[in-house]
């Protein structure tokens, strides 16, 4: 079986940081895509970054780039999402997720269906 834990989330004051962890488990962690979404209370849940299992290569929805960035230990088997310079609209709760690599398939990061596991959430906050 597939587990993804996440951790790092917490309260901080707008303009700080927090460094977001995602362990996994029951997976071969480099021949899986692994993303970060979030979901405040009321909004949908909102893509936030992905990295290649192949290349390293990452993605950001516009809101984060130049704040966040996502990074991947394949021996640890973790990903994590730095965050510099949070704002209140960062709150949320935030998923760590893992879609394994499909060959021959054209497929959309950005969707959360496309995703095959998720942890349970860590909390973000973020006052101004």
């Not at 995602?22 to 993303?35: H, R």
């Not at 949070?86 to 496309?114: H, I």
């Amino acid at each position: 079986q597939v587990q993804l834990v996440e951790s790092g989330g917490g309260s901080v004051q707008a303009g700080g940081s927090l460094r977001l962890s995602c362990v996994a488990s029951g997976l071969t962690f480099s021949m899986y895509f692994m993303a970060w979404f979030r979901q405040a209370p009321g909004r949908e849940r909102e893509f936030v970054a992905t990295i290649n299992w192949s290349d390293g290569s990452t993605y950001y929805t516009d809101s984060v780039k130049g704040r966040f960035t996502i990074s991947r230990d394949n021996a640890k088997n973790t990903v994590y999402l730095q965050m510099n310079s949070l704002k209140p609209e960062d709150t949320a709760v935030y998923y760590c997720a893992a879609r394994r690599s499909r060959a021959f398939v054209r497929w959309s990061p950005v969707r959360g269906g496309e995703y095959d596991t998720w942890g349970q959430g860590t909390q973000v906050t973020v006052s101004s």
